[in-house]
């Protein structure tokens, strides 16, 4: 039986074609006049909770971005402290030089009393720095003024405890510096000058890279001097050999992964210039150490060694491993003598153990990059080379550990000039020299902030574009594509316009009229 | 032999038969755009012929009727299939509001108000220490909670507007169940003589379709023409006889809740699909989950941050709990936090440094307390947003579906039962002809008893 053409069917199939083209064209118009792919959940509701996710993200990101703007300003507000502290101790030093010399004077020395006392003031200024009304020397009594001066004594009235930043989403850094690292009430360390951190090797683990922060799998790119182009997939790689088979593997060997001389960090090798970036705004070639351009034909890393522990081999520590094995340090301490035998050690730990049963009350602490030496108690003792092997030398711990006691160092410079004791002005200075060091290495370490900042952030900028880029993946409208569907969408609306009309004016009782 | 007079008599049945097609023709083109109207057409017939020695001699047409053209099978799947769709239609536009009253991709008011509240913890926790920022927690924790009551206040009116309209499509039942009860009737009395009341059953049918939009319904036809209507099992229409619906309300473990009952009875009717079915299904299920999985978050929130918040201490303070509540209608601040910010603990010493509480709580955002693989907070709701999402996708989709199985039936009955103007156009060429040509007979037959005349 053939269909029946009535009017209300006609009507009815024109009426959805029209309802279904309007449709179609307010769906593109909403598209392009929003610019999103997806205005209402129910437009995608897969992405949805992907949009959502990554909006949380982007807002969390940006806080981490803001809290390492505020974390600088108290980061560099105890750089700026630190290095007037160490000014005021080259002024304290030249005072201790001039008064022990030759030419000083009675006067003199009764003038520079008064000078040391004024230092002692500065120095509590400096030490009382607020930033917003948070004194950066107080531990996390932040509101407590720190240091109070009554006569003659210097007070702490601070914590011991750091103030962490949260720096991104699992990453905190202490921002402070608990002043009483300068009261002599710690017990008296001796930190190791040589960096211990081992060498990158092919078992090293990547999880262990950047002093232990480790690494962001994803994917790099590669390219040579002669046109050839890599995207290279490293998410699967443990371990620095996994590292080195997959992009040897992935380039045919026409760029080549290695490890530097120096096991310091990688090293990618080809025929220059080599460029090492990152795939679709990825931070993988950049926390490997890789990212950049060479003008020769090997692109060199920068140092991403593990942090050290006690499981590191002393073979695998650049300043050690030719120097094994190590022999006999002297430690005095506390009148005694003590002899320690370093030659069966094999690693970091060895070192800790041998180093506890020689010499009871004292430890061997081990260091991200470092050993140090620290006594039970604040008075002094001296560590020194006991046979050829200089192993002191090569720990780097060769020295004299003391507390540090900046105003009770102060107090006796004081005593010495006052008395006018040039011998004990003299012994003043060993101690300042200590002090000296413990400020040089505090100003190492809040400029080693400084750069876990700028890392932190330049880590957050790129998460940042990344996140960007892929919601906008998700959400931002194809614009030519919108553009031209809405076209599509026009088109199409008005052709049922024009087919409705003529339909609705065409039937057989017009033409009998 | 037959006479003249029997050949105008035959002439005479062609014009009536004519007439009656022209005026059944003029009927359906007048009824061209009339809801509901079936196409009618007349039932011809050949008149007994006169039996005579030589044969049987036709005595011409004769109308047996005006039959509607219609197909039962299709009126009730399209009754069926409206009900369907009425059904989803509602509950697509509970699950279209419901998205609304959570907002849009670009303007998400809670997911907006949690991130707030989770980063004025991390601000407040970020040396140096501004302990001013107590206050923007405070007031972020304020700007959630009015968030949760103003959706829990949204879903309320939701609920009230789905009970005021159930109230509503009740009423419009009960009419048409009437309409059809005095429809009924009217076929009754107008069908007595034998005739079938076309445009009366036209119209019962009409108002059948639109019961099948309000709720699913099954007909039964008597002999005598009337129609039962029998809805949820109950037979609401017997002839002219009717039962109404009503509503009532059944204590509820959070108060009162609106059921459908018939008059007279307590007992919950259990409609299926139609407007009322998919009203009651937005309140009762959807609504009702949206509402449980907020409830739920706003309570694992009080949890999680009080669990927190109390293990902290300030100069004046310790073991303050943060929220008060269990669901996003109780959820408040608590007071004396409202009343003195500096109660808002950061750590778990009354160091002012220890921030140690203010990031534990600024992680709750992306880490449950319960470790890396626990949900947080933000996951909850984001799991929440794509629930309702896939919902109302499912039923855009099954709407838009819906639509078309409708409109297809649609267009088959229009097919099957509506007037096509070409027909009717051809149809009134076609009685006029027959018209003419009747009246021709009659002519010549004048003419033959003129001729007749002439010769006496």
């Known amino acids: 039986m053939s269909l029946r053409v009535t009017d209300s069917y006609l009507s009815s199939i024109l009426i959805g074609d029209l309802n279904r083209s309007l449709g179609r064209m307010l769906e593109q118009q909403e598209m392009a006049g929003s610019m999103r792919r997806i205005n209402d959940f129910a437009d995608d509701p897969r992405a949805v909770s992907t949009i959502q996710r990554y909006n949380a993200l982007i807002a969390s990101n940006d806080e981490y971005l803001s809290n390492i703007t505020r974390s600088r300003i108290m980061v560099g507000g105890a750089d700026v402290a630190l290095n007037n502290i160490s000014e005021v101790l080259s002024d304290v030093r030249v005072i201790a030089l001039r008064e022990c010399s030759a030419i000083a004077t009675q006067q003199s020395q009764e003038t520079s009393v008064i000078e040391v006392d004024n230092l002692v003031n500065r120095l509590l200024d400096v030490l009382n720095t607020s930033i917003e009304g948070n004194y950066i020397f107080a531990g996390r009594q932040l509101k407590t003024q720190p240091f109070t001066r009554s006569g003659d004594t210097v007070v702490y009235q601070g914590d011991e405890d750091d103030v962490v930043a949260r720096t991104g989403p699992n990453t905190t850094m202490p921002l402070n510096i608990p002043g009483n690292v300068f009261m002599g009430t710690q017990s008296a360390t001796l930190g190791g000058m040589v960096d211990m951190a081992p060498m990158v090797d092919p078992t090293?683990?990547?999880?262990?890279?950047?002093?232990?922060?480790?690494?962001?799998?994803?994917?790099?790119?590669?390219?040579?001097?002669?046109?050839?182009?890599?995207?290279?997939?490293?998410?699967?790689?443990?371990?620095?050999?996994?590292?080195?088979?997959?992009?040897?593997?992935?380039?045919?060997?026409?760029?080549?992964?290695?490890?530097?001389?120096?096991?310091?960090?990688?090293?990618?090798?080809?025929?220059?210039?080599?460029?090492?970036?990152?795939?679709?705004?990825?931070?993988?070639?950049?926390?490997?150490?890789?990212?950049?351009?060479?003008?020769?034909?090997?692109?060199?890393?920068?140092?991403?060694?593990?942090?050290?522990?006690?499981t590191t081999n002393l073979a695998d520590i650049d300043s050690i491993a030719g120097n094994l094995p190590l022999g006999v340090v002297d430690i005095n301490w506390q009148g005694t003598d003590y002899s320690v035998d370093f030659s069966a050690a094999a690693t970091l730990g060895d070192l800790q153990t041998i180093f506890s049963g020689a010499v009871p009350g004292m430890n061997l602490q081990i260091l991200d990059s470092?050993?140090?030496?620290?006594?039970?108690?604040?008075?002094?003792?001296?560590?020194?080379?006991?046979?050829?092997?200089?192993?002191?030398?090569?720990?780097?711990?060769?020295?004299?550990?003391?507390?540090?006691?900046?105003?009770?160092?102060?107090?006796?410079?004081?005593?010495?000039?006052?008395?006018?004791?040039?011998?004990?002005?003299?012994?003043?200075?060993?101690?300042?020299?200590?002090?000296?060091?413990?400020?040089?290495?505090?100003?190492?370490?809040?400029?080693?902030?400084?750069?876990?900042?700028?890392?932190?952030?330049?880590?957050?900028?790129?998460?940042?574009?990344?996140?960007?880029?892929n919601l906008s993946l998700e959400y931002d409208a194809d614009v030519a594509q919108v553009a031209s569907d809405l076209s599509r969408a026009e088109a199409s609306y008005q052709a049922s316009l024009l087919v409705t009309s003529k339909l609705y004016s065409t039937n057989l009782i017009q033409y009998l009229s | 032999m037959p006479g003249l007079n029997s050949v105008m008599d035959t002439s005479l049945s062609a014009l009536f038969a004519a007439q009656a097609g022209m005026a059944t023709t003029g009927h359906n083109i007048a009824n061209a755009?009339?809801?509901?109207?079936?196409?009618?057409?007349?039932?011809?017939?050949?008149?007994?012929?006169?039996?005579?020695?030589?044969?049987?001699?036709?005595?011409?047409?004769?109308?047996?009727?005006?039959?509607?053209?219609?197909?039962?099978?299709?009126?009730s799947n399209l009754r069926v299939q409206t009900s369907r769709l009425a059904s989803y239609t509602e509950v697509d536009s509970t699950l279209y509001e419901v998205e609304a009253i959570l907002g849009s991709v670009d303007n998400d008011h809670l997911g907006n108000a949690l991130n707030n509240f989770f980063n004025s913890w991390s601000a407040l926790g970020q040396p140096p220490i501004n302990s001013t920022l107590k206050q923007d927690v405070v007031s972020s924790a304020i700007s959630l909670v009015q968030d949760f009551h103003n959706i829990n206040?949204?879903?309320?009116?939701?609920?009230?507007?789905?009970?005021?309209?159930?109230?509503?499509?009740?009423?419009?039942?009960?009419?048409?169940?009437?309409?059809?009860?005095?429809?009924?009737?009217?076929?009754?009395?107008?069908?007595?003589?034998?005739?079938?009341?076309?445009?009366?059953?036209?119209?019962?049918?009409?108002?059948?379709?639109?019961i099948s939009e309000i709720a699913e319904v099954s007909v039964y036809e008597r002999e005598d023409g009337s129609k039962d209507i029998i809805l949820a099992g109950r037979t609401m229409v017997a002839r002219d006889s009717v039962t109404h619906?009503?509503?009532?309300?059944?204590?509820?473990?959070?108060?009162?809740?609106?059921?459908?009952?018939?008059?007279?009875?307590?007992?919950?009717?259990?409609?299926?699909?139609?407007?009322?079915?998919?009203?009651?299904?937005?309140?009762?299920?959807?609504?009702?989950?949206?509402?449980?999985?907020?409830?739920?978050?706003?309570?694992?929130?009080?949890?999680?941050?009080?669990?927190?918040?109390?293990?902290?201490?300030?100069?004046?303070?310790?073991?303050?709990?943060?929220?008060?509540?269990?669901?996003?209608?109780?959820?408040?601040?608590?007071?004396?936090?409202?009343?003195?910010?500096?109660?808002?603990?950061?750590?778990?010493?009354?160091?002012?440094?220890?921030?140690?509480?203010?990031?534990?709580?600024?992680?709750?955002?992306?880490?449950?307390?319960?470790?890396?693989?626990?949900?947080?907070?933000?996951?909850?709701?984001?799991?929440?947003?794509?629930?309702?999402?896939?919902?109302?996708?499912?039923?855009?989709?099954?709407?838009?579906?819906?639509?078309?199985?409708?409109?297809?039936?649609?267009?088959?009955?229009?097919?099957?039962?509506?007037?096509?103007?070409?027909?009717?156009?051809?149809?009134?060429?076609k009685y006029q002809n027959s018209y003419n040509a009747a009246a021709r007979i009659v002519s010549t037959v004048q003419k033959m008893y003129d001729t007749l005349m002439n010769m006496v």
């Not at chain 1, 390219?223 to 998410?235: A, E, P, R, Y």
């Not at chain 1, 001296?382 to 004299?400: C, F, P, R, W």
């Not at chain 2, 009339?34 to 007349?42: A, F, L, N």
């Open chain 2, 153 to 210: 206040d949204s879903l309320d009116d939701m609920e009230n507007n789905i009970e005021v309209s159930i109230q509503s499509e009740i009423s419009n039942l009960n009419q048409l169940l009437d309409g059809v009860a005095e429809m009924n009737q009217q076929i009754l009395s107008a069908e007595a003589s034998g005739q079938p009341a076309n445009d009366l059953r036209d119209q019962r049918d009409l108002l059948i379709t639109k």
């Open chain 2, 245 to 429: 619906f009503a509503s009532d309300y059944t204590k509820t473990s959070t108060g009162y809740q609106m059921t459908i009952v018939t008059q007279g009875h307590s007992q919950e009717v259990k409609l299926s699909n139609g407007k009322l079915e998919g009203l009651m299904t937005s309140r009762d299920v959807h609504i009702a989950d949206v509402r449980d999985r907020l409830d739920a978050l706003a309570e694992n929130l009080v949890n999680q941050v009080n669990e927190l918040h109390t293990q902290g201490r300030t100069n004046t303070s310790s073991g303050v709990a943060f929220f008060s509540g269990d669901s996003m209608h109780t959820i408040e601040v608590n007071p004396a936090l409202e009343a003195n910010p500096s109660m808002v603990a950061t750590g778990r010493t009354s160091a002012e440094g220890d921030n140690t509480i203010a990031l534990a709580i600024a992680d709750l955002a992306n880490v449950g307390i319960g470790g890396p693989n626990s949900q947080s907070v933000g996951d909850e709701y984001r799991a929440l947003l794509t629930v309702v999402a896939s919902k109302r996708n499912s039923y855009e989709f099954s709407v838009e579906n819906q639509q078309n199985v409708v409109s297809t039936l649609k267009t088959k009955m229009a097919s099957v039962s509506g007037v096509s103007l070409d027909e009717e156009g051809a149809n009134m060429i």
């Open chain 2, 33 to 75: 755009n009339t809801e509901g109207y079936s196409r009618q057409d007349v039932m011809f017939a050949a008149r007994r012929p006169d039996i005579l020695p030589y044969g049987a001699l036709g005595r011409g047409v004769e109308v047996q009727g005006v039959r509607r053209i219609q197909n039962e099978f299709l009126t």
């Open chain 1, 204 to 310: 090293t683990n990547l999880a262990d890279i950047n002093l232990g922060q480790g690494w962001t799998p994803g994917s790099i790119s590669l390219s040579d001097g002669v046109g050839n182009t890599f995207q290279v997939d490293l998410s699967a790689a443990v371990t620095v050999n996994d590292l080195i088979t997959t992009v040897n593997a992935a380039t045919a060997g026409q760029i080549t992964l290695g490890i530097t001389a120096d096991g310091s960090g990688l090293q990618i090798s080809g025929t220059g210039p080599l460029v090492v970036g990152e795939i679709n705004g990825g931070e993988t070639a950049t926390i490997l150490g890789l990212n950049g351009t060479s003008q020769g034909n090997s692109l060199m890393g920068r140092d991403i060694r593990p942090a050290a522990g006690p």
């Open chain 1, 370 to 469: 470092s050993i140090s030496i620290v006594g039970g108690s604040p008075e002094t003792f001296t560590v020194s080379n006991a046979d050829a092997t200089n192993t002191a030398s090569i720990l780097g711990v060769e020295g004299t550990g003391s507390p540090v006691r900046l105003f009770g160092m102060l107090e006796d410079l004081k005593a010495g000039l006052t008395a006018g004791d040039k011998d004990a002005v003299r012994a003043t200075m060993t101690e300042l020299r200590n002090i000296e060091d413990t400020v040089y290495q505090l100003i190492m370490k809040n400029g080693g902030r400084q750069m876990d900042l700028d890392w932190s952030e330049g880590i957050l900028m790129q998460r940042d574009e990344r996140l960007q880029a």
